[in-house]
């Protein structure tokens, strides 16, 4: 159930934030902070039981979740956010949150992590996503309307792809530059190493928020995904994934 129809500010990047609706549950002020000024889709999920039919649990259980997402739906409201809630009763949370990721055009899916008190430094790898368009885009969108600061980065395997790395993030911090943003609030630094999944994590110890790319269309295929996947399963930092659509 939505509250109103699914939509998007002109000019606002668009995250989904997944909230187990069995649990009653708030989020983290500085995560409110940071995100507030973009467009917010509170998801519901409802997990349901294999055996049991999600419209039956769905009849026991509606008022509950709905209020189970509520405390999170005010405090966005309550930092005058463009907030939306929709509440899901499923078997399978991953094609839940992929199928609304698509029906509301979200931009970027939050996987949550240990939330530092304030979210200040963010850290992107890059890679030549096919979605690189879209991440720099949402870039520009939090860095616009917050006072983190980002840093773009790169793990090369070999001099060739060293190279490669540094114009793809030069060319990346040039872009966000000639969108407004402060060059001085933007960092970038290439590594090499053979295991960029074990770099970015090493790396992201150092930062309070990632965002990284969704190389593929289904959420359910990035979670699995051979870098990206191996990242967010093994980070302790919230993870920002910006969808390739």
């Given amino acids: 159930m ?3 129809d699914p939509h998007k500010c002109d000019g606002d990047s ?22 507030a000024p973009l467009h917010i889709v509170v998801l519901g999920y409802y997990p349901v039981p294999s055996q049991a039919a999600p419209e039956q649990v769905q009849s026991n259980h509606e008022d509950e979740a709905t209020a189970a997402i509520e405390d999170a739906v005010t405090q966005f409201a309550d930092r005058g956010a463009e907030v939306e809630s929709v509440v899901v009763f499923t078997h ?8 609304v990721a698509a029906e509301y055009d979200i931009d970027a899916v939050l996987t949550p992590g240990d939330y530092a008190e304030e979210l200040t430094r963010v850290l992107v790898p890059m890679r030549g996503d096919e979605n690189l368009d879209k991440i720099i885009s949402f870039i520009i969108d939090l860095l616009r309307q917050s006072d983190v600061t980002a840093t773009l980065y790169n793990v090369a395997e070999s001099d060739g792809e060293a190279s490669r790395g540094e114009l793809l993030l030069r060319g990346a911090r040039d872009r966000l530059a000639e969108n407004g943003i402060d060059p001085d609030r933007v960092e970038w630094q290439v590594d090499h190493g053979d295991s960029p999944g074990d770099a970015i994590v090493t790396k992201a110890q150092e930062y309070d928020v990632l965002i990284v790319g969704d190389s593929k269309p289904s959420l359910r295929e990035r979670i699995f995904g051979r870098i ?9 930092q919230p993870v920002l994934v910006v969808r390739d659509t």
Avoid: Q, W
């Fill in 2 to 4: 939505a509250d109103g």
């Fill in 92 to 99: 399978d949370k991953d094609e839940t949150i992929d199928h």
């Fill in 14 to 35: 668009t995250v989904l934030i997944p909230l187990n609706a069995a649990e009653a549950e708030s989020l983290p002020v500085a995560l409110v902070k940071t995100l």
């Fill in 228 to 236: 990206t996947g191996h990242v967010v399963d093994r980070v302790d």
